[in-house]
């Protein structure tokens, strides 16, 4: 099986890689060779004896997307992408990369002109959806009406893929993100940043700002739960999927208060106290438009699986970015 | 009112044309200049007194929706593509034109650079939709799994249109249009031509086929309903629409035997009887796939109006194509 993974220098694509190496093999055949692409050169992962390919890409320049399927890999994971925030700011660099980009990959396949049919395996978002919702959560029927530019390009891609894999072009699954957290690494400026935040910092022994109230409730999944998406979404077959191929992924939904109080009951009082409350409107404002709770039967029925509680996310990042150690 | 017109050649272009024209004014105010664009010259309307252009343009080709708007029509509406048969037949022609075509537009109000914002009113479609459908009806919330590539670029469309709209590039709305019905002028090859064909050619003294069961549900509204949607689009302010801005639009909801019972009613059991049975399983089996009727509150609450009964579009038809005349 010869795997491409775009955007794998990014933290998924980075972790999946490792997931992949690690295990060797995947929809049960052995991983001979693995493309890695990204903006910039991803890392080499270690321990891999197949082919490996490094190489920086910009996907929606032209000729890239042939180059990068020249090989015909079987299985590509499409991550490849700039983020909300990004997307926002610049409107032709989110719609140049997030859809163009896109676009170019599936556009390379459809002209490969040899029989050429690989699974894609397309990483969307929840931000496909945006408010009011529906109390009892978003079913999997909700509309696509994103409130982000971001959003607006993954719907589209999604769209496309769809097409083409009702075309016969392609086997294609897209899979809808819930906010990813623990996130590993330092604070960013997302807006979303403070869900992993008020957990990674204190747990690092680090104070952690929370923006908005107790109240809030989000659905989170950890980066581990994410990269299994990803997996168990490349062996599902078409038969499987039908022809509505996007879909909701599960997560845990819980307010910011029970988001703490799985901190205090593994980390204790101590850590729930470099929590510093730091009220700002303007990100209280922006997620108050994003979705709190998903109704994930389809997924659920093709057997995607997350956590089931938040103390297992937190217990994740422990296990999986700190070696099972926690500050004092 | 400087109006712009794209597609102004198509059946639809034809009537909204017209009824300009006729009206002197659209929104309230008098339209003293009159765009009209195809891709073959659209021609040019009797009694216009104000300044008109007639053009032929290809709008994905650089530089070209530029042009169009370089005199800042203050009102556009958006009807060029290609129609569902061709863009399913021949996908780089339906992306490109579909797709890329209205991207051209959007993008060249967006980089106008002289905070031009028109009111842009695009004619999307049912076809958005795909099977399967809640019994109950299509609510306004549903999902976008369009089952051609045509829905696929309307909804690509849609999306796009409603991010440069919640971006305050335009001001736009899109309105998903049911089968329009009655169709004046010959049979076509489209797989839902004999919902018109069933009525259009008994009134003309001619023969009609039925290709699938008397039981088929579907839902219609007349041109000149599809012309008044489009009036009725361009009047309606943000305010209104808030940033859900495709709508799905009203239309009558019936099987075939009740269209057969309309015909007979207005024009007698002699024009039903020019109807000749003759079932199609590749049209029965597509027709199978389309929504057969929507919950089309929010249209309803925006002021929207089709007709009530299929009698009525019945003599819609009689009234604006045939001159009030019935062959014997």
New interface residues.
């Given amino acids: 099986m010869h795997v491409l993974i775009t955007g794998a220098a990014g933290m998924i694509g980075r972790k999946l890689t490792a997931r992949l190496v690690k295990d060797g093999k995947v929809i049960g055949q052995p991983i001979d060779r693995l493309s890695l692409t990204d903006i910039v050169e991803p890392d080499k992962p270690a321990g891999f004896s197949g082919k490996l390919d490094l190489s920086t890409s910009d996907l929606p320049e032209p000729g890239v997307a042939q180059q990068l399927i020249a090989d015909r890999p079987q299985l590509i994971f499409h991550l490849a992408g700039v983020v909300s925030g990004e997307a926002e700011v610049n409107?032709e660099k989110g719609y140049r990369v997030n859809l163009d980009g896109t676009r170019a990959l599936l556009d390379a396949i459809?002209t490969a002109g040899d029989g050429y049919k690989p699974k894609v395996v397309f990483t969307s978002s929840i931000s496909v959806f945006?408010a009011p919702f529906p109390a009892a959560g978003i079913p999997?029927?909700?509309?696509?009406?994103?409130?982000t530019?971001y959003g607006?390009q993954k719907?589209?891609s999604e769209?496309?893929l769809?097409?083409y894999n009702?075309?016969g072009i392609l086997d294609g699954v897209g899979i809808r993100l819930p906010t990813i957290c623990v996130r590993p690494g330092k604070p960013n400026k997302a807006a979303s940043g403070f869900f992993s935040g008020i957990i990674r910092e204190p747990l690092a022994g680090l104070e952690a700002i929370l923006p908005v109230a107790d109240t809030v409730r989000h659905t989170h999944a950890s980066p581990r739960s994410a990269v299994n998406f990803l997996i168990h979404a490349a062996g599902l077959t078409r038969e499987a999927l039908g022809?509505?191929i996007n879909l909701n992924m599960p997560g845990v939904c819980v307010t910011v208060a029970e988001q703490i109080e799985s901190l205090v009951r593994i980390a204790g009082p101590k850590a729930a106290a470099r929590i510093r409350r730091e009220p700002d409107e303007l990100v209280t404002r922006i997620v108050a438009g994003w979705a709190e709770r998903f109704d994930v039967k389809r997924s659920a029925a093709l057997g995607f699986k997350a956590e089931t509680s938040f103390d297992d996310i937190v217990r994740a990042h422990i296990e999986d970015e700190l070696g099972g150690k926690i500050a004092a």
């Fill in positions: 409107l459809r945006g999997d029927d909700f509309h696509l009406t994103p409130l530019s607006t719907a589209m769209l496309l769809a097409d009702r075309r022809p509505r």
